[in-house]
């Protein structure tokens, strides 16, 4: 098997998601360096930012309490502001 970035010969395999990549031994180094070590689903999230939630749209003022009473959003910035608090 070939290394799935430069095609030398694949001594490691590293988990990225559901697949498993092909790896030289430079490229495998390179791949723990550039991870940390860590499998490629949990390096991403710690990139990822944890959730916030709003109480009411910073840009229409619209609150949950508000979409609850009248089934309406305020702007389509709430589908996304508000979406865990969905009635």
Partial sequence: MSCVYCERRATYQAQAGLQRLRLCESCA???????????LVQWLR???????????CPFCGA???SV???GLYGCPMCYLL????RP
Avoid at 29 to 39: E, I, M, S, V
Avoid at 82 to 85: C, G, I, T, V, Y
């Fill in 29 to 39: 180094a390179a791949w723990t360096r550039r991870t940390l070590g860590a499998p």
């Fill in 46 to 56: 710690c990139l990822k930012p944890a959730p916030q939630t709003y109480a009411a």
């Fill in 63 to 65: 609150t949950t309490d």
């Fill in 68 to 70: 609850r009473e009248t």
């Fill in 82 to 85: 508000l979406e865990e608090n």
